[in-house]
């Protein structure tokens, strides 16, 4: 087993900064827990978990990760949150993994808080990545979504990403370590289970070595994201260089991300252009693209060449004004 929880601790961490580490309680996540527990920094530890109330199994485990922790002596933060309820009361439109994940990491902001950190550790692992790689694929994504996960991603780091889970459950069994199991993924009705279960070990009869293929295919898309950003940001930040110091245009810059010329965009490679579309979405929708598919982004490229003007586009979050030869974002 190729994994070093002390270095990567001491890497990303200072001698007395708390670890805010997410636990489902499932192998995961507690084979890292029980890792963290095994280094120097344990006394840092801070373990969240977070009660979706979804599963009849969940307030078991709840008592039990609660039980563990005063038998570890580590410290520990829970939440309870009616996800089914509240969903259906106030965002019905909305997919009930996305409300889940939202209340989730707003209980793992919170706790960010509290304890003065700016880091969350999660038990992601090899499979996972590779999971959602397929996943992303067959449902359509932009580049974002075949990279999906990175060991440091903003304020998520995760150490795991070069474990499989084979490894990480023969580890918790042959040290008799306790965890739990969440029996809803094994069923081959959710898009997710089906490729877990159905469709990726497929792969394994065409090459045993797939899942490091798809490991380097994914870091390589990572290269080629970076390279795509840099050039977002320079077109941008060109644009609201030359838009600000002219004096034609007098907009509030405060209330605004920014803006481009009609003309300069489209004087870019299609690629580029829906790249930007994607980063402005990004940036307007709390660091997300959950909800913008291809038909969006053309939509909002049709928008941008309209000939009508003083108009407005809005998808979600993200809000667009056509203002004569510019559009404001």
């Not at 929708?285 to 969006?296: P, Q, Y």
Request: net charge positive; hydrophobic share 40%; with cysteine.
């Amino acid at each position: 087993m190729n994994i070093d929880i002390n270095s990567f601790l001491t890497k990303h961490y200072k001698k007395d900064e708390k670890i805010i580490l997410a636990c489902s309680t499932w192998p995961d996540s507690m084979f890292l827990l029980y890792k963290i527990l095994e280094t120097k920094y344990k006394n840092n530890l801070v373990v969240c978990y977070f009660n979706h109330k979804l599963r009849k199994e969940a307030d078991q485990e709840e008592k039990w990760i609660e039980n563990l922790a005063k038998e570890k002596w580590f410290t520990i933060e829970i939440a309870d949150c009616e996800i089914k309820k509240i969903r259906d009361q106030f965002y019905p439109s909305k997919w009930l993994e996305e409300v889940a994940r939202e209340k989730r990491y707003a209980f793992l902001n919170a706790i960010l808080n509290i304890y003065e950190a700016d880091k969350i550790i999660t038990g992601h692992h090899l499979d996972d990545k590779i999971e959602t790689f397929f996943f992303n694929l067959v449902r359509w994504t932009k580049l974002t979504g075949l990279i999906n996960m990175k060991e440091e991603s903003g304020s998520i780091l995760r150490p795991l990403l070069n474990l499989e889970k084979s490894e990480i459950l023969d580890y918790l069994d042959i040290n008799k370590l306790e965890y739990k199991i969440d029996n809803t993924n094994f069923d081959t009705k959710l898009t997710r289970n089906k490729l877990r279960h159905d469709i990726i070990p497929q792969f394994e009869k065409i090459n045993s070595n797939y899942k490091q293929n798809i490991n380097n295919l994914s870091s390589y898309l990572e290269e080629v994201k970076d390279f795509i950003d840099i050039e977002i940001e320079k077109f941008l930040t060109e644009q609201w260089i030359l838009i600000f110091n002219s004096c034609k245009y007098k907009i509030n810059t405060l209330s605004i991300n920014g803006y481009f010329y009609i003309k300069d965009f489209n004087k870019l490679s299609s690629l580029l252009q829906k790249e930007i579309i994607r980063h402005i979405f990004y940036i307007s929708n709390w660091k997300s693209t959950i909800w913008l598919n291809e038909s969006n982004i053309l939509e909002i490229i049709k928008f941008i060449n309209w000939k009508n003007n003083k108009t407005i586009k809005e998808i979600k979050e993200l809000k667009m004004k056509k203002e004569n030869t510019i559009i404001i974002y």
